[in-house]
Nanobody, 125 residues
């Protein structure tokens, strides 16, 4: 099992930057795919970014590609999401998730086995 705790959310003005973190405890992450999702009220969770832990391959949702960067700290089991050029449309609760049985379908929330509690990101225009 894996326990995930997000941190680093908050308020930022449009055009600004923010970094959120996800600290994982429990199982070693070597065989996991780690993802970031976001959700606003009334909408489904949207895939934001993901990384294959052992290889470091990264993937991004269309709405954030070129602005957001996912990275990992192997030694400390932390996944980061650096968010730049933020807009009001990026306002959401951001969730970290872990997929133990990754099959290449990284964008579907139902494929993930473990979730953090979420951290609110608010972008003011």
């Amino acid at each position: 099992q894996v326990q995930l705790v997000e941190s680093g959310g908050g308020w930022v003005q449009a055009g600004g930057s923010l970094r959120v973190s996800c600290t994982a405890t429990g199982d070693a992450l070597i065989n996991y795919f780690m993802g970031w999702f976001r959700q606003t009220p009334g909408l489904e969770r949207e895939f934001v970014a993901g990384v294959t832990w052992n290889s470091g391959h990264t993937y991004y949702g269309d709405s954030v590609a070129g602005r957001f960067t996912i990275s990992r700290d192997n030694a400390n089991n932390i996944v980061y999401l650096q968010m730049n050029s933020l807009t009001a449309d990026d306002t959401a609760v951001y969730y970290c998730a872990a997929d133990r049985w990754y099959n290449g379908d990284y964008a579907k929330a139902r494929n993930y086995d473990y979730w953090g509690q979420g951290t609110q990101v608010t972008v003011s225009s």
